[in-house]
């Protein structure tokens, strides 16, 4: 159990700021906090925050140590907790001064309950004993950090990216229905995630656009004009696209969203999506563009590349040569697309083959070479026999 039970940190490669931890289950826990950081749900909303403004490669995962004895787990975190100053909000991002262990489970299943940390009911050793006046006062000073070493030093207001007031507005009308303290009084009261919430808060800062989360449009007090007059961010995948042809380059049809016009013309969205985002030059023998991005200078850039590439195609295949297994000929097609017209056989799989690459050595049954591959490997073989 030692190799996978210990302490761990989480570190800040930008400031240099970590997050102290522990568990008995090491590589798990390590697992979970990377997905509920990447999904924005991670229960540390300054944790989340900092990550969601550093970045995924700004961000180190080390174990610090391995624990043989488990009753010595929390132990050792307290330890690293007070060695790295963990719960500074300038050195770090631990929320409870206090170890407690994490990435187990809840109540009896937890490894620790019932060990001397947050036991309850009658395992608890102070179960039904009542403290004096004068012990209560004595227990509120031991525990209470004043000054530098109170981990909420320094962040009053604005500062405490935890207490930023926040508004919740209605999509509908626009009006803003609340000013919340802070995300996590919105948690506690209607029980939406917190980090959910300061990502579309951030997003809107960032990007200008604005996105509903619960329901909602919400943001930042700061940033209420600049959300209303906002508007709403689309997924790429749900924006209209509009069909344009090459020859003429006329458009010949608006599309509500790319899976509409992949489904019609019998290709994946993603080639759509890769030449509206200007990654490919044409997809399914068209030039697509967003209908926002629609005007007179990008339909001639684009169509000039299309030609460019196509022209370009030509002049280095000459079209594609079917053959049986046995390398006879078949059939020659002008180009990937025409054979594939013809065998209903995808060209993306025609142009692998024909491209060498050397998982595919077939596409539909047959054997597929460029035209002047085909002359080349003909002439070549034709010179060898003489």
Known sequence: MGKNMGVYKITNLVNGKVYIGSSKELEKREMQHKSDLKCGRHHNEYLQNSYTKHGKENFEFNIIEFVENEDELIEREQFYIDKYNAC????GYNLNPYARGGGGAKGERNGWYGKGYMQLGNKNPSYGKKHTRETKRILSIKNTRYGEKNHNYGNKGVKNPLSKQIA???????????????????????????????????????????????????????????????NDYIH???????QIDIKTKNVLKVYDKISDAAKEHSINSENISRCCKGKNATAAGYVWIYEEELNKKNIDERVARALIEMSVSRSKKGGVVQLTLDDEYVHYYPSSKRASEITGIAPTSISRVCNKQKKYKTAGGFKWMYYDDYIKLNKDQQASIS
Not at 88 to 91: A, D, F, H, L, V
Not at 210 to 220: A, D, E, F, N
Not at 236 to 242: L, P, R
């Open 88 to 91: 500074n909000r300038k050195y």
């Open 168 to 230: 919740q507005i209605d999509p509908d009308t626009l009006k803003v229905i609340k000013i919340w303290g802070a995300s996590i009084e919105i948690e506690r009261e209607l029980g939406f995630h917190g980090g959910n919430i300061c990502q579309v808060c951030i997003y809107l800062e960032n990007h200008s656009k604005r996105k509903q989360s619960y329901g909602y449009y919400w943001c930042y007090e700061k940033d209420i004009n600049k959300c209303i007059s906002s």
């Open 236 to 242: 790429s995948q749900y924006k209209k696209v509009a």
